[in-house]
């Protein structure tokens, strides 16, 4: 695929265009991964100075967190463009005999799971690097909060974006106890971590006003 490796100009041109792939969780991993690494930034220019040294090791940590997480969103990238297309292809399946619907309904049963996994996955990447982001915000240097903000707010949206891929896809499951056990997990996310995000934001904001 190479999306995660396209340059910023060629992601966004294809993005823009009719092209299957990539769409809104491809999109909101790459936000995730940016986010991310807007926190990440916040402790790379907070380790070695002596003003943060009692925080040195725990900034230390949380930036190995984040590398991780990068990494994770850039997977992620590609995964969710792969899991689309059998996706893609299982809705044009035919469905004009009562085998053909059939086979088209266990099939779909098939690739949705599949797809609704990839952006549970960036949702929960998501509630991870918020949770680094708020330590960021909170500790590291102070000439770099506002990255911290954007961070955070980069991680809402993002977490907003994959809970939407979610959602569009549990809609059309067949077993809705299972549709609706995902649902329950992407609810619990969303209520947590956005006003998470958001009281970050929001305190990293009155420190800047």
Request: hydrophobic letters at 40%; glycine letters at 8%; aromatic letters at 6%.
């Amino acid at each position: 695929m190479g999306f995660s490796t396209s340059t910023c100009t060629e992601f966004v041109e294809v993005l823009a265009s009719k092209a299957p792939v990539p769409g809104g969780g491809g999109a909101s991993a790459l936000v995730g991964a940016v986010g991310t690494a807007l926190g990440n930034m916040v402790g790379s220019l907070t380790v070695g100075k002596k003003k943060y040294a009692d925080v040195e090791d725990e900034m230390w940590e949380l930036k190995a967190k984040c590398d991780q997480l990068q990494k994770d969103f850039l997977r992620l990238i590609e995964r969710d463009a792969e899991v689309f297309e059998p996706l893609s292809k299982a809705y044009g399946m035919p469905r004009e005999t009562e085998e053909e619907k059939a086979e088209k309904a266990r099939v779909m049963e098939i690739v949705l799971k599949d797809a609704c996994s990839v952006p549970m996955e960036i949702m929960e990447k998501c509630c991870e690097a918020i949770d680094l982001i708020v330590e960021f915000a909170a500790k590291g240097s102070k000439l770099a909060i506002s990255d911290a903000g954007v961070g955070a707010a980069f991680c809402k949206a993002a977490l907003q974006g994959a809970s939407l891929n979610v959602y569009i896809n549990t809609k059309s499951m067949a077993n809705r106890e299972y549709a609706e056990e995902l649902n329950k997990k992407a609810d619990a996310m969303l209520e947590k971590y956005t006003k998470i995000a958001d009281e970050t934001f929001e305190s990293v904001l009155g420190r800047l006003k």
